[in-house]
Each structure stands twice: as C-alpha cells, then as structure tokens.
C-alpha cells in the first residue's frame, strides 16, 4: 500500500501530516507521491479537491481520504485525532472503496478541431470573462433547448450538488445517482428572453451542449480552477466515465454528513 499526504499547508495541518507519516513509517508503509494508492487530504474539503485534480490521470488507482483541520467537509470527514486509527485501517487494508460520479467536460475550439477535456469532482461553471451577460444555446440530447441570458450556468455532480449548486438553489443529490444537476446562476427572466429557471438533473448518457451566441470567451471553472477559453464553438458537458474513489472506513452516510453540516451537529 503506497500512499501520499497532501496537506493544505498551513501549520496545524502541517503538524497533523508529519505525525500521520510517523505513524505510517511505524507500520512500514511507503510512501509514493508519483504513484500512490492512496492519498490522504488533510485540511478541508478544498484541500481534497485540490489533490483529486493531481491525479486525475489515475483514478482508477488512487483512493482518496480527507481529514478535516476545520469544519467538517463533505470529503474531509476525518477527525484529527482519528489520524492513528487511520494508519492502522490502512496497514490492515481494512476499508471498502466507494465510486461517486464526476462531470466531463469536452470544450470544442473553432480552429482546426482542437478540443481540451476536464472532469470535475464538484462542478463546472460557465461565465462571461468580462462579467458582461452570458448568452448562449442550450442543447439538451441533440434538441435545441433554450437560449440562456444570465450570469452563468452551472453544473454539478451529487457530491458538487452541496457545494456551489446548493448555493444556486439546485437539488442535494445522493452520489449513488449517476446524473449531472445543470443549475442556472441570475438568468434574466421577463417577457422577451425566457429560461426554464429550474435546475435540471440528466441521468447518465444525456448530453448538455452549451454553445455560445455572439461571443465566444467564456470563463471556464472546474472545481476551484478558472480559465479563460477563447475561439469556443460548443462545451459538452455528460456524466464522466471515470469515477473518484474514497477508502471508506467506516458508514458515514451521506445524509448524516448533510444533516451535520446544515442543519446541526448535535445528535438530537
Ligand atoms: P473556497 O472559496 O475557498 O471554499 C468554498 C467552500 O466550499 C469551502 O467552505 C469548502 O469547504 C466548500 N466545499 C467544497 N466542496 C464542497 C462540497 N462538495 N460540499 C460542500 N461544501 C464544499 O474554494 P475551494 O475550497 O477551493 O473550493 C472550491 C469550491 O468552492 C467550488 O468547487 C465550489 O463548489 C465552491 N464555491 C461555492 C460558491 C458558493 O457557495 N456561492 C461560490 C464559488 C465556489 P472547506 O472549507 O472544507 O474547504
């Protein structure tokens, strides 16, 4: 079992990994930056998305862990005096490993076929570069849908769906539905221009295609990172084949995790 700890960087969480690599160098567990098994976040929820886009090129390899240095994450929900069980959990490789969905997302440039692909453990969100309107078509499984005038759009997976979307007023989706949530951000809604103003949820294999109207340089963030794109002739967004995989240790159900993020940690 060759594992990595990435931490946020800040001192407790520093602290917390170098007595975590003391534990695992007591049990003998080596460790892998390039190729590890398992990679074990320490800090937040932020923490672990960061480290999820570092080895998107082996997700069928890695598992991923989160311990949580502040509030309890969504990903992160490792306590830090949990740390010692862990290294023991993982010397034993007592764990299962769960699979929840990721979004791909395929950008088509309009010179020369050229297309970039991401996927997203979160979302995905499509805005303006200036902060001017977003116009653009929305085409849902091949049908023109509606063309969009607003802020931006976003779209998520279930485990994104507590995160941005949440914010945006989508649905909490449970991470065993393998779906995407297209959730809109400020459409402009009045007699002339007219959007569906729901969020949607596409189950796997439909594909969303955002194409743009009049100008074609969008800001594209996938997770916590943001790039501008320009010469853009569509952005196709679908459930992603790849999955992001947790070593689970212990049942910690999804709903449990909203209820003591949202509404209160207390057991009552
Ligand atoms: P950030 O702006 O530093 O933090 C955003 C907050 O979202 C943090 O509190 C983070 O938790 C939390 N978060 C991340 N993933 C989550 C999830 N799946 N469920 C519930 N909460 C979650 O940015 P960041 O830490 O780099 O994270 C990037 C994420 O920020 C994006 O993927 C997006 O979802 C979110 N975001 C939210 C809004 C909004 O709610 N209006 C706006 C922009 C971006 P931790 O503190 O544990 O890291």
Not at 136 to 144: A, I, K, N, P, Y
């Amino acid at each position: 079992m060759k594992y990595y700890i990435r931490s946020k960087g800040d001192a407790t969480s520093n602290a917390l990994k170098a007595k975590m690599e003391r534990h695992m160098t007591n049990v003998n567990l080596i460790e892998d930056q390039d190729n590890p098994d398992i990679v074990i976040s320490i800090g937040g929820d932020g923490t672990l998305l960061q480290a999820f886009h570092h080895y998107t090129h082996r997700l069928g390899e890695t598992a991923f862990v989160g311990v949580h240095t502040g509030h309890l994450g969504f990903y992160a929900d490792w306590l830090p005096h949990e740390v010692e069980k862990l290294v023991m959990a993982i010397h034993e490789e007592e764990f299962e490993v769960i699979e929840y969905p990721l979004v791909e997302t395929i950008i088509r440039y309009t010179h020369n076929g050229r297309e970039s692909r991401y996927v997203a453990a979160n979302e995905v969100t499509v805005k303006t570069i200036n902060g001017a309107t977003l116009v653009t078509d929305v085409t849902l499984r091949g049908q023109h849908f509606e063309r969009f005038r607003g802020d931006g759009l976003c779209i998520s997976t279930p485990s994104g769906s507590t995160a941005y979307n949440k914010a945006l007023g989508g649905a909490l989706i449970h991470p065993s539905i393998e779906a995407i949530q297209l959730t809109e951000i400020a459409s402009i809604n009045n007699r002339v221009f007219r959007t569906v103003g729901s969020p949607m949820i596409l189950p796997k294999h439909h594909t969303l295609v955002v194409t743009p109207c009049n100008e074609d340089r969008f800001q594209v963030t996938i997770d916590h990172l943001s790039a501008d794109h320009k010469d853009i002739e569509s952005i196709q967004f679908r459930v992603a084949n790849e999955r992001i995989r947790f070593a689970r240790f212990r049942p910690f159900p999804f709903w449990k995790r909203v209820h003591d993020s949202f509404i209160s940690s207390d057991e009552s």
